[in-house]
């Protein structure tokens, strides 16, 4: 997670209108997220601590439910098995009924709602938000602070017209015939549709609100939506079974142990979950008209047009990863702008991170311009996030759930995936597939979408 901009927010101020000197005092945003709210405050311009804020009704009823979820499986000297009073569970099982509640909120709509947050304030972030501090007691609201490192304000050009001259496909005749070969592909995957029900290897978006032992919606049906991979090994998706055979609008109940676990690792719980299927991406077919939508496209001689990019080869280079640098290249050497080293070194911490579960890292290590290297990516990746993000929010670029469609309609086939510029993060939890808070996705499909933005208007005659 992560933020990007200077001083202080208040109510109906973004980051983008404060690029003189910064404020140093709390401010409160609120919105309509069954009151949920935002405090934003900055100790540097670079640094600053946003907190999310619950209510203490919020917590207060989640802890309840934690609590009653104890009741049937509590042994407690004194009391039969099953018939430990409510009361005594919550004042003598207060430490991890707590815990509990913090990582069950954490992961329930901490996450949406402060990349929401993030978003709607257009912060340009360094790096992921670090969370600091959990503040949760019952009868209080809860707080989670987050650590933001910000960058100071980027001025952007009117870079539109700025010259720029695109990677050509090669002339072979075999790509064509390449393209056209995966059209008809996909084209006949579609017709031999035989249902719309979900199965292995479809994405799934889903609202999710708790059901209270009252079998009524907990805090009136507050839900939060997620998208979810239907994976083909049970073992790293367990969670399938609750979506294999259903359908777009489908609305059902569930206790299944894979939601337990997600939302509690410590405590075993026997929570009900209420879900509404709310999207569905098939993996049997790869969507054309997502793809249209993705990229401007009319016509089925554009779309092949588009579609050689991810087939036109260079020196292992797709034409569309080469055109993606080169607009990147052209951008960023007209704004030119210091990143603070030790953004840089937390950066590359993470590709270090990543790179040594690879089988030829100590290869790689071996080698004199290692290091060098290592650095020279970091430094290209934190500034092309931070230019993107800002360029994202000044030109008001937007993202909705069509567009988490057509993103994840993209790594659904191996080639397609030349079109998507960022790394693809992995969304699992100890080896398993996990629901994805759908404000995550959002983040993701921003920059992506602002990328092809880009590409379209440096190509546009």
Known sequence: MAPDNEALITANTTISDQTQSPTYSDSLLKHPHHSLSFQFECARPDLCYGTVVIPATIVDDFYHEA?????????????????????????????????????????????????????????????????????????????????????PDLTIFDWKYFPFKAPKRKNYKDLDRQVESFIEEEKNNFQNLASEELTVGDWVGFNLAFVGHDEQLLLDGFSQPFWFKIGADE??????????????????????????????????????????????????????????????????????????????????????????????????????????????????????????????????????????????????????????????????????????KGYLNLTNRHRMKEFIYFDIPSFTIQGQQAPIPAEELKRICLREKTINYVIYHLTKK
């Open 67 to 151: 609590a009653k979820s104890q009741q049937k499986t509590a042994q407690t000297y004194g009391f039969h098995h099953g018939e430990v009073p409510l009361e005594y569970i919550k004042q003598n099982f207060t430490d991890n009924l707590t815990d509990h509640a913090k990582e069950l909120l954490f992961k329930y709509c901490v996450i949406n709602y402060l990349y929401e947050q993030i978003r709607i304030n257009k912060l340009v972030l360094v790096g992921d938000p670090r969370l600091t501090e959990i503040a949760l007691r019952p009868q209080e609201e809860g707080r989670f602070t987050f650590e933001i490192s910000l960058f």
């Open 235 to 404: 073992t790293e998706s367990p969670l399938r079974q609750v979506f294999i055979g259903k359908k777009l609008g489908d609305r059902f109940r569930t206790d299944h142990h894979a939601l337990q676990d997600y939302f509690s690792e410590e405590l075993d719980t026997n929570y009900l979950f209420d879900i509404e299927i709310t999207g569905t991406l098939s993996y049997r077919y790869f969507c054309f008209d997502h793809f249209k939508k993705t990229f401007r496209i009319k016509t089925n001689k554009d779309m092949h047009k588009k579609m050689i990019e991810a087939f036109s080869y260079r020196q292992d280079i797709s034409q569309r990863h080469a055109m993606v640098e080169e607009a990147i290249r052209v951008l960023l050497s007209k704004h030119k702008f210091s990143i603070p080293n030790h953004l840089i070194l937390r950066q590359q911490k993470k590709i270090l991170e990543r790179i040594q579960h690879n089988p030829d890292y100590h290869v790689y290590r071996a080698e004199k311009d290692f290091q060098n290297y290592v650095r020279n990516l970091a430094e290209k990746l934190v500034a092309e996030s931070i230019f993107i993000d800002k360029l994202a929010y000044i030109e008001n670029i937007t993202v909705n759930d069509e567009d988490i």
